[in-house]
């Protein structure tokens, strides 16, 4: 492989040994404010004190519907926006104020793989030189290494070396978003955050370039951050799990468990309203848990839990106190935790989700 | 193409289209689009016309509504709602049409709406420019199909205008007009592809709803499997502007006789594959302008032979209730049987 460390480099991004925090983020917290000033600004809370760690090699999911905070909790994570308050540490090194070597180090890490492979790559550019510029930017090895390096990355997600000297235009949707993937880990990253990399790809297509991701992890070792709406994607993808509502995170955990025992009654919500394809688990359309209503405005998010004025297990308590993140008591799965009050008891309405055992 | 006997409703058909085409024409010469499609949707049925960007979908339900783009030209061998031969009238009758006896709920709620008029001006214009109600009358009805279609406080929403309704929201009021006047057939072209899951489920339901409340024969677009699998009594799938399969629901999913439609399944994450790499269609669907000769799908199928690079299989019945265009049909449907 050729150089991929610099003298610029102050930490090399060498690969953490598998199972070591990589990326840890502590009470994020983002609003936005909106309008033109004066009386008429409004705040939008998106992200609201949101933790989370990112151990060496393995795949975190994130779900939610739009405007739940995960694209803007995605960007915190790669260095493209700010948080208000918390902290974000990449090897242990405190990195929130994004100064210019926090950045420089965050971009040798962490890459990001962005939604719309139409518009993240530029027209006029060539794929050589699309894939090659964060090693341009960085001034990693000579031109002629460069190439070589470019010609294994795009062996590396399946397209042709051949093919370098083309232009975007020329390739179809799921191509491009490999030469997004190509580019992503150009500089060897050790975590890749995929922001919807699949969704707005042709369904034929979204399989190849799931495939590409976590084939990726399994040679390379990458660590992935995986945020999307589809949450059979998701599932098939993450090793863990964390379903965000409202700028908070609802429940976190182990793949298998919170699919298949959710203790949050949002997850269960929204495990009860993606359609399955699988015709025989179907015909829950009149026993399906339908949610009223849409997401509340970020602009003005209930107080308490977020969730209860589409709860339909909301309590008093649900409209005053915040839930935190706790483990459910009884619960077998220890690594699993929801902010919910009564966790306990959607863990015993499992049937509502799946129908009767 | 003998398809009639297979159409278990020929006698009361709500739509009947035969040898629907449709052509563009671009500066590089005519692109066909739509390449002889026939359709049956009967009364109170949920028919999914599944298929990929380009494959042809939303320009065959544009063309059955009349509302073809300025560059397209289309043409068909039959086309008619209930008894009426959309053919045979002139564009002022196929417009009076529209909205009253078929109408169309579009994917993007925001831009079908009127910005600058309420929402209860917009249902109350459409319901007086097809009935002679009053505007008082007309006024009442925009609150009954509000609440008809779920939105909470109908009575004092119906004054408030687009933009302060959220997407879910605005997605009911475009079906609470598309069902304002009880129109025999309702298109709706890919309603919940813009929305999140919870609120898909909403409109789901809605759409299942009302087709049986009033009896209305529905066509949905989708090139979502799940949304198929959860509503549709019978699937047509589209592929570079041909219908490939079809059946009903249950069957086809179950046992797809086409391997495009077995490789749209098996490529689609589900709970028995975890763990497993997805299996994948290579390539991608065609350009329209280009595309491959016999069987459009044989570059990217598994099952292609000889035959399938020259010969353009014919849509067939393979079995009761069930057409497939592909020369091996029979295989891909025992293979599906093990």
């Given at each position: 492989m050729p150089a991929t460390s610099s003298p610029h480099t102050p930490q090399p991004a060498g690969t953490a040994p598998p199972?070591?925090?990589?990326?840890?983020?502590?009470?994020?917290?983002?609003?936005?404010?909106?309008?033109?000033?004066?009386?008429?600004?409004?705040?939008?809370?998106?992200?609201?004190?949101?933790s989370l760690s990112l151990r060496a090699g393995e795949s975190?999911?994130?779900?939610?519907?739009?405007?739940?905070?995960?694209?803007?909790?995605?960007?915190?994570l790669v260095g493209l926006e700010v948080p208000d308050s918390g902290s974000i540490s990449y090897r242990g090194r405190d990195v929130t104020a994004a100064r210019r070597g926090d950045r420089r180090l965050l971009?040798?890490?962490?890459?990001?793989?962005?939604?719309?492979?139409?518009?993240?790559?530029?027209?006029?550019?060539?794929?050589?030189?699309?894939?090659?510029?964060?090693?341009?930017?960085?001034?990693?090895?000579?031109?002629?290494?460069?190439?070589?390096?470019?010609?294994?990355?795009l062996s590396l997600v399946g397209l042709a070396p051949g093919l370098m000297e083309r232009y975007p235009h020329q390739f179809s949707g799921g191509q491009r978003q490999r030469i997004g993937i190509a580019r992503a880990l150009a500089l060897e990253p050790e975590v890749l955050v995929c922001d919807e990399p699949v969704s707005a790809l042709d369904v034929s297509v979204q399989?190849?370039?799931?495939?590409?991701?976590?084939?990726?992890?399994?040679?390379?070792?990458?660590?992935?951050?995986?945020?999307?709406?589809?949450l059979s994607v998701v599932r098939h993808v993450a090793d863990r799990v964390a379903v965000m509502y409202l700028g908070r995170i609802a429940e976190i955990g182990p793949t298998a468990t919170v699919y298949e025992a959710p203790a949050h009654p949002y997850t269960q919500a929204l495990l009860s309203a993606s359609p399955v394809?699988?015709?025989?688990?179907?015909?829950?359309?009149?026993?399906?848990?339908?949610?009223?209503?849409?997401?509340?405005?970020?602009?003005?998010?209930?107080?308490?839990?977020?969730?209860?004025t589409r709860c339909r297990m909301a309590r008093d308590d649900c409209r005053t106190d915040v839930p935190s993140l706790r483990r459910p008591s009884e619960a077998q799965e220890r690594a699993r935790l929801a902010a919910c009050h009564h966790a306990e008891d959607a863990l015993t309405r499992l049937e509502d989700v799946f129908g009767p055992a | 193409m003998a398809v009639t006997s297979t159409s278990p409703t020929a006698a009361r058909s709500a739509l009947r289209v035969r040898g629907l085409s449709v052509e563009f024409r671009t500066r590089r010469g005519p692109v066909p689009s739509v390449r002889g499609v026939d359709l049956d949707v009967a009364p109170g049925e949920?028919?999914?016309?599944?298929?990929?960007?380009?494959?042809?979908?939303?320009?065959?339900?544009?063309?059955?509504?009349?509302?073809?783009?300025?560059?397209?030209?289309?043409s068909a061998d039959e086309m008619r709602l209930g008894d009426t031969d959309l053919l045979a009238l002139s564009g002022d009758e196929r417009r009076r049409l529209r909205g009253h006896r078929m109408s169309m709920v579009f994917q993007d709620a925001l831009s079908a709406l009127n910005p600058v008029l309420s929402v209860g001006d917009q249902i109350g214009?459409?319901?007086?420019?097809?009935?002679?109600?009053?505007?008082?009358?007309?006024?009442?009805?925009?609150?009954?199909?509000?609440?008809?279609?779920?939105?909470?406080?109908?009575s004092r929403r119906v004054g408030d205008y687009p933009h302060q309704f959220s997407g879910g929201m605005r997605q009911r009021i475009l079906i609470g007009m598309a069902i304002a006047l009880e129109p025999e057939l309702l298109l709706a072209d890919e309603p919940t592809t813009a929305l999140d899951v919870t609120v898909q489920a909403q409109i789901l339901e809605l759409l299942d709803r009302l087709r049986r409340e009033l009896d209305m024969a529905v066509l949905l677009i989708t090139h979502d499997l799940g949304v198929v699998s959860e509503v549709a009594d019978r699937v047509a799938v589209m592929y570079a502007g041909r219908i490939v399969e079809r059946g009903s629901g249950d069957d086809l999913l179950a046992q797809p006789a086409h391997p495009y439609t077995e490789a749209l399944l098996t490529s689609v994450p589900q709970t028995e594959g975890l763990g497993r790499d997805l299996v994948t269609i290579p390539g991608s669907p065609p350009n329209p302008e280009r595309v491959p000769p016999g069987c459009a799908f044989h570059p990217r199928c598994s099952w292609a032979v000889e035959a399938c690079r020259e010969t353009r299989p014919a849509l067939i019945e393979v079995r009761r209730g069930r057409e497939s265009a592909c020369h091996r049909s029979q295989e891909v449907v025992g293979a599906g049987n093990e």
């Open positions: 199972g070591e925090v990589v990326l840890e983020a502590r009470d994020l917290v983002k609003t936005f404010t909106t309008g033109r000033g004066g009386l008429s600004r409004t705040r939008v809370s998106s992200v609201d004190g949101i975190l999911g994130i779900v939610g519907e739009s405007g739940c905070g995960k694209s803007t909790l995605a960007r915190m971009r040798r890490g962490v890459q990001m793989v962005f939604q719309d492979p139409y518009t993240s790559l530029d027209p006029r550019m060539t794929v050589l030189e699309i894939v090659g510029e964060p090693l341009t930017a960085s001034r990693t090895g000579t031109r002629a290494s460069r190439r070589d390096r470019v010609a294994e990355l399989a190849q370039v799931v495939n590409v991701l976590r084939d990726l992890q399994r040679r390379l070792g990458v660590t992935l951050l995986f945020i999307a709406h589809d394809v699988d015709r025989a688990r179907r015909g829950r359309m009149a026993a399906r848990i339908v949610l009223d209503g849409d997401p509340p405005s970020p602009t003005s998010p209930p107080p308490g839990c977020r969730f209860h | 949920l028919v999914a016309l599944l298929g990929e960007s380009g494959s042809g979908k939303s320009v065959t339900v544009r063309s059955i509504m009349g509302l073809d783009a300025d560059n397209a030209r289309s214009d459409l319901i007086r420019a097809h009935t002679d109600a009053s505007r008082r009358a007309a006024r009442a009805r925009a609150v009954e199909l509000l609440a008809m279609v779920g939105i909470p406080g109908a």
